[in-house]
C-alpha cells in the first residue's frame, strides 16, 4: 500500500523526539515501512526516516515568524495532495487537526486525520464544515469533544513494552508527563499527589510567561513533594518506566 505521513515541517520527526506527535509519527511511520508498505512522509528535512521524506527548508531549532510557518505548512501539504492526485498515494494520513482539511475533497485518495490535540472552541465550526471526513481518536472520551464527526476508528497509542518494562518495585514518586497547561492538568496531579501524600515529579514543556504557571504550579514547586525536572527527552522517559508509581500521560 502506498501510505503518505503528513505532518508539521517544523519539528523533526524521529523515535527520541520529546513532542509526542513527531514520535509517534515516526513508530508509526517505521513500522508500516517494516511491514513493506510504501511510506512518504512529508515532515522536516532534519526528520530521521526510513521512509521517502519529502521536506521544506526548516532549520531546527530556529524559531520562524507564524506567518512564515504557516505558509510553509500550506506548501508542504500541497505537495502531498498534489502527488495524491498523480497517483502516488492511496490514502493519506494527516497529523493535523484542520489543515489538511481544506484540501481532502479535492482528491479522490482518502484522508484519515487523526486528533492529537484538545478541539478548542474556534475549531469547531471549522470542524463542522468537514464532519464528513474520517477522523481518527485515541480514546473514546477524546469523542465527547465532539461527536458530530465522522469519527472512522479509535486506535489508543501503542507502548513498546521491550523499551517501556513492568518494574514490581518503583520508587515511591508519581510523574506527570505533559506539556504544562491548564487543559493537561497538571494542577490536578499536584492535587492528587498531595491527597495521597506522594511525591510528584512534573516533566514537560513549561511555559512560564503564563499566568498558568506563575498562579497554578510554581507555588507548589519545593523540590522536594513538587519537583519540576524539565522537558523529558526519550532517554528520562524509558529510565522513568521502571521506577515511577504513577504515570500522568496528557
Known sequence: MKIAQL????????????????????????????????????????SQTSAELHSLDF???????????RYKQWASISDCYRNAQKGMHDIIHSHFNIMSAFFADMVSTPTVISIHSPIE???????????HLNYISFS???????PELNWAA???????MELFTYNDSPSNYA?????ITADKGTHDAIAACKLADVPLRIAGV?????????????????????????????????????????????
Open 7 to 46: 505532518t508539521s515541517s517544523y519539528t523533526p520527526v524521529a523515535k527520541n523526539e520529546s513532542k509526542a506527535i513527531y514520535s509517534h509519527v515516526a513508530w508509526l511511520t517505521e513500522g508500516l515501512v517494516g511491514k513493506g508498505h510504501t511510506v512518504d512522509l512529508y515532515a522536516s528535512k532534519d
Open 59 to 69: 532549520s531546527q531549532g530556529k524559531e520562524y515568524p507564524v506567518e512564515q510557518i
Open 121 to 131: 472552541e474556534w475549531m469547531k465550526p471549522i470542524l463542522m464544515k468537514y464532519k
Open 140 to 146: 473514546r472520551a477524546q469523542r465527547k469533544q465532539m
Open 154 to 160: 479509535n486506535i489508543y497509542h501503542g507502548v513498546d
Open 175 to 179: 510523574l506527570f508527563l505533559g506539556r
Open 206 to 250: 513549561s511555559y512560564e510567561t503564563e499566568p498558568y504557571w506563575h498562579k497554578e504550579i510554581a507555588p507548589h514547586v519545593d523540590g522536594e513533594s513538587v519537583r519540576y525536572v524539565g522537558q523529558a527527552n526519550f532517554d528520562f522517559l524509558v529510565q522513568c518506566s521502571v521506577n515511577i508509581v504513577l504515570l500522568f500521560v496528557c
